[in-house]
């Protein structure tokens, strides 16, 4: 089976770090995303890990552990409009590029 | 960028009618397009796979038959709610896989979903 796990929820302060984990479980590994979510709206693309370590874009980093099935996304100095639901997906092999995702961490960040 | 339109934006609509979604990728071919829905507060839920040409894919406890999925062209895809009911209120999305990869590792591209809301 396929079991992705994710904090439901975290607060931070604006100018702040913050780590959003993820833990997954799949019979197969060919990916693992990270998107953003702002309320009513549909999810937009931010990180992508297919090997081991750590992707850098510009406030948001993404890090990987195959072997731990582990992944982290880390966003750096906080801004208000940063508050959204982070989803975590993973991505199977052959399996069409289907997507299986996260509850998702609703992140709010405060003044 | 690769851009996924849905109509309609929202639909209000009396228990038992149906209702029918579409999903454009609008500047490239999509040979395969997913659809999620999404419950207040909670992730998307994959509900079914859909490839041009053939039949829809369904995930475990998806009624095919209350979903009904049509992928006639590789710019569209359709999911239609037969026989609709309050339950079935949601936030539907869609997404698309570009049939040539030119976003690279970014596979899917999401609609702005389509928000239902059943009487």
């Known amino acids: 089976g396929q079991n992705i796990d994710q904090p439901t929820e975290m607060t931070a302060t604006e100018g702040a770090i913050v780590q959003i984990n993820c833990t997954y479980q799949?019979?197969?590994?060919?990916?693992l995303f990270w998107y953003q979510q702002h309320a009513g709206e549909a999810p937009t693309f931010l990180s992508y890990?297919?090997?081991?370590g750590l992707e850098e874009k510009g406030r948001f980093s993404s890090f990987l552990s195959r072997s731990k099935g582990y992944s982290y996304l880390l966003l750096k100095e906080l801004q208000m409009k940063d508050s959204a639901s982070y989803l975590c997906?993973?991505?199977?092999?052959?399996?069409?590029?289907?997507?299986?995702f996260g509850q998702g961490t609703e992140l709010s960040v405060k003044p | 960028g690769a851009v996924v339109s849905q109509h309609p934006s929202w639909v209000i609509c009396k228990s038992g009618t149906s209702v029918k979604i579409e999903c454009r990728s609008l500047?490239?071919?999509?040979?395969?397009m997913f659809w999620y829905r999404q419950f207040p507060k909670q992730s998307l839920m994959l509900m079914a796979t859909?490839?041009?040409?053939?039949?829809?894919?369904?995930e475990q406890g998806v009624e095919k038959d209350k979903f009904l999925i049509n992928h006639a062209s590789l710019t569209l895809s359709t999911l239609t709610v037969t026989s609709a009911h309050p339950e079935d209120s949601s936030f539907y999305i869609c997404?698309?896989?570009?049939?040539?990869?030119?976003?690279?590792?970014?596979?899917?591209?999401f609609g702005p979903g389509t928000r239902l809301l059943v009487l």
């Open positions: 799949t019979s197969g590994f060919n990916g």
């Open positions: 859909s490839n041009e040409g053939s039949k829809a894919t369904y």
């Open positions: 997906a993973v991505r199977g092999y052959n399996q069409g590029g289907k997507l299986i």
């Open positions: 890990n297919v090997l081991d």
């Open positions: 997404s698309a896989r570009d049939r040539e990869e030119r976003g690279g590792i970014e596979t899917q591209y």
């Open positions: 500047d490239f071919q999509a040979t395969t």
